[in-house]
């Protein structure tokens, strides 16, 4: 099925994602192969326990190796410290190696890419990150990535002794307010993808009548769900992007029957882990698609699968610590626990219902800013706080935040913008939201 816009209301004036929606699952057969032999390669590193997981990465450090030395960024900054990406051989060759901060990673987009030398040249495309931390970052891609999530779901399903129909269909059922729907044919799992806003009428009816067996959503998505009279109850609910409290998690999954599975990405890095629904709150690293460092109590994810953009101990801003232990699930690799970065915020609107701050994030990512901080100081007041002037000015970026704050239930709120120095809003992990509102 060709993708488009589903009727019923209006979209974002002039915007129909059809045309982009069409051209992003164009040749993903060829991918399939792949998509494959990565689920049967996460299916084998979660039985396998820490030394042994440690001795089976060796070969995938092949094709970073391959990447560093396509990389202009890389091969200067490693002559500089007197190194060669032929010294990465081994987990504990990492130490040694510098690590990426955010900063780099933005300033040097031009210069870190791996690009091929020969051969096939990938369908390139550029995404950016939320801008949660304040500071949102470009990041290459190509078309693998946009399927490599295909991968990651076969293999919970396999992990929840779950099975996909021949011919599945996926829901992304999305809480922003522009109400931009679609769907399309999804080549790489031979099935179906649609997007479904709640922003428009009557979801719930298009969601039943879309019968999807897999919903992606947000927290607030699943809240959403949950208090449906007759909610549409698919084989698996997935979370990410915002902290997904344990209340919550367990009262959907009850409400539903369903399993309700959190994992923790970047958009810069892709699937980093998943928490286990036997032990809450341990997170079990994706390997060997991954490998996590804690350093100094914050998490370091090097990316070992082939890619364009070779991410070498790329620091997240997250805290947390990473454990060595088998878990009683049965997972025996490595797993982190202590996750903190995705600190829980809810402003409270006019008629008392509460929302979580994170539904704002997008509205930041159309704004690059060195740092931002929104505050909400009373009921109906809010201070935004930025670091130098988001490009198209401050009234630009104060007005679609008071768009997004009317349709998410704040009639008439006022907003007071602050220039900042960027040390003012500066942290181990931004604090980007904050009410301080009781």
């Not at 990465?88 to 091929?116: E, I, Q």
């Not at 159309?366 to 930025?386: A, C, I, K, M, Y």
Request: with cysteine.
């Amino acid at each position: 099925m060709d993708a488009g816009v589903s009727a019923g209301a209006a979209v974002l004036p002039g915007f129909d994602p059809g045309p982009e929606i069409r051209r992003s699952v164009r040749g993903q057969e060829r991918h399939r192969a792949r998509l494959r032999r990565t689920t049967r390669e996460l299916v084998r590193f979660a039985g396998l326990d820490e030394p042994a997981s440690t001795r089976a990465l060796e070969p995938h450090f092949a094709a970073l190796r391959a990447a560093l030395w396509r990389s202009p960024f890389y091969c200067a900054a490693l002559r500089a410290r007197g190194l060669s990406p032929d010294d990465l051989r081994r987990v504990l060759d990492l130490k040694h190696f510098p690590l990426l901060d955010r900063d780099t990673l933005r300033t040097g987009f031009r210069s870190l890419p791996a690009l091929p030398v020969r051969g096939h040249v990938p369908r390139l495309f550029v995404e950016r990150s939320s801008g949660s931390s304040g500071q949102p970052v470009s990041v290459l891609k190509e078309d693998y990535d946009s399927v490599h999530m295909w991968a990651m779901l076969r293999f919970w399903m396999g992990r929840l002794e779950l099975r996909l129909p021949a011919r599945p269909r996926i829901a992304l059922l999305c809480t922003l307010p522009h109400g931009v729907e679609y769907r399309t044919s999804l080549p790489a799992l031979a099935g179906t993808l649609a997007r479904i806003s709640l922003a428009r009428p009557e979801p719930g009816e298009r969601l039943a009548a879309f019968r999807p067996d897999v919903v992606f959503s947000d927290p607030a998505g699943l809240h959403w769900l949950a208090g449906q009279e007759h909610p549409w109850r698919p084989r698996l609910l997935l979370s990410s992007a915002m902290h997904l409290p344990l209340e919550l998690r367990e009262r959907v999954g009850a409400r539903l029957d369903v399993p309700v599975l959190n994992y923790y990405s970047c958009a810069e890095t892709g699937p980093i882990a998943w928490e286990c629904l036997t032990a809450p709150g341990r997170l079990h690293v994706l390997l060997p698609d991954v490998f996590v460092e804690s350093v100094e109590g914050e998490l370091v994810v090097t990316r070992l699968r082939e890619s364009v953009l070779p991410l070498l101990r790329y620091r997240t801003g997250d805290a947390g610590r990473v454990e060595r232990e088998s878990c009683r699930c049965g997972y025996r690799g490595f797993s982190i626990a202590g996750l903190t970065g995705r600190r829980a915020c809810r402003f409270v609107t006019p008629d008392g219902r509460a929302v979580d701050a994170w539904r704002l994030a997008w509205v930041f990512q159309h704004h690059p800013l060195d740092g931002f901080r929104l505050s909400q100081e009373n009921v109906e007041r809010f201070r935004l706080e930025t670091a130098g002037d988001p490009p198209g000015g401050a009234p630009e970026l104060v007005d679609r935040l008071h768009a997004t704050l009317v349709a998410l239930g704040w009639p008439a709120p006022r907003i007071e913008h602050r220039r900042v120095p960027r040390e003012a809003l500066a942290a181990a992990k931004p604090e980007p939201f904050v009410s301080r509102h009781s």
